[in-house]
């Protein structure tokens, strides 16, 4: 059975940083991506990664150059580093899997599977 599972969610304060993983099982993904929903706003595109390619990550306006995604093959997880966090990154997120080369699409309905999401509070 496809599973998704998140770990790594927490408190932080600004300026800090935290690491989310997400571990799959169950069959392979072309594409991994992370989303996040703060209470209010729309489900929003914070990044992906190509599976078979693992180098190149997209990333969205808001949180580039402070977040990296990458994935451990061995481990058959994807990792999204969080670092200069801010009050505005202050959400739910959730990884989701995607049979499709979606790296460069924030599109969520392009993404089959989900995680149970993390949620990540950033603090004054």
């Known amino acids: 059975q496809v599973q998704l599972v998140e770990s790594g969610g927490g408190l932080v304060q600004a300026g800090g940083s935290l690491r989310l993983s997400c571990a799959a099982s169950?069959?392979?993904?072309?594409?991994i991506g992370w989303f996040r929903q703060a209470p209010g706003k729309e489900r929003e595109f914070v990044a992906a990664i190509i599976w078979s390619d693992g180098n190149t990550g997209y990333y969205a306006d808001s949180v580039k150059g402070r977040f990296t995604i990458s994935r451990d093959n061995a481990k058959n997880t994807v990792y999204l580093q969080m670092n200069n966090l801010k009050l505005e990154d202050t959400a739910v997120y959730y990884c989701?899997?995607?049979?499709?080369?979606?790296?460069?699409?924030?599109?969520?309905?392009?993404?089959?599977?989900w995680g149970q999401g993390a949620q990540v509070t950033v603090s004054s």
């Open positions: 169950g069959r392979t993904f072309r594409t």
């Open positions: 989701a899997a995607s049979p499709y080369y979606s790296g460069s699409s924030g599109a969520p309905q392009m993404y089959a599977y």
